[in-house]
């Protein structure tokens, strides 16, 4: 199995300023077919469940507001949220879905400075 | 408007035996995999494995091969998850999600539309 390894497990961050999360790989998730990573992020705040974010390790879902940018490539991943908003409490999740089984990062918790 | 809608929660003994459900509307059943996903008490997200119900192809985590079966009935466009035997362990909320699907089936990818999860809790 993939391994997914996330960083940090929690962070604080003050409103309005900017939150990094780093997500690793054990194995390359580009896909050799497309040129494109295997590669989400989903947002999962208390008492719902998952909320997909980001796919393809950058693009985003329709609805996500643009705060929320996904890069990275190979095997080294970053969700990065500008202007951090309350509403942005929550748990982060990396996903690779380039091998079975599509394994999930431990999760990093945000929360407000 | 797509919707996965999961059976409610349960409260079971060890040993006793289990079925969820997952009913899917607003698309296509038989032309997406759909999947469940373990979220343990305060822990994170477990991919436990997916069927295709367009042909019954099933795929598991190793960490869950032989401990659960997914099946679905493609009658009532309906996923399925289940425990023949359940161990206190077991106590988790159970998530089922549609995967993005190409090809046929051919190709999967993430998850893209959730059901709000069924609570499973297994006490003596």
């Known amino acids: 199995d993939i391994v997914m390894t996330q960083s940090p497990d929690s962070l604080a961050v003050s409103l309005g300023e900017r939150a990094t999360i780093n997500c690793k790989s054990s194995l390359s998730v580009l896909n050799g077919s497309n040129n494109k990573n295997n590669l989400a992020w989903y947002q999962q705040k208390p008492g719902q469940p998952p909320k997909l974010l980001i796919t393809?390790?950058?693009t985003r879902e329709s609805g996500v507001p643009d705060r929320f940018s996904g890069s990275g490539s190979g095997t080294d991943f970053t969700l990065t949220i500008n202007s951090l908003q309350a509403e942005d409490v929550a748990v982060y999740y990396c996903q690779q879905y380039y091998s079975s089984p599509h394994t999930f990062g431990q999760g990093t918790k945000l929360e407000i400075k | 408007e797509v919707q996965l809608v999961q059976s409610g929660a349960e409260v079971k003994k060890p040993g006793e035996s289990l079925k969820i459900s997952c009913k899917a509307s607003?698309?296509?059943?038989?032309?997406?995999?759909i999947g469940w996903v373990r979220q343990m008490p305060g822990k994170g997200l477990e991919w436990m494995g997916i069927i295709y119900p367009g042909d019954f192809d099933t795929r598991y985590s190793p960490s869950f091969q032989g401990q659960v079966t997914i099946s679905a009935d493609k009658s009532i466009n309906t996923a399925y998850l289940q425990w023949s035997s359940l161990k206190a362990s077991d106590t988790a909320m159970y998530y089922c999600?549609?995967?993005?699907?190409?090809?046929?089936?051919?190709?999967?990818?993430?998850?893209?539309?959730w059901g709000r999860g069924t609570t499973v809790t297994v006490s003596s």
């Open positions: 999600a549609r995967l993005l699907t190409m090809v046929r089936g051919t190709y999967f990818y993430y998850m893209d539309v």
């Open positions: 607003g698309y296509s059943f038989t032309n997406y995999w």
């Open positions: 393809w390790s950058s």
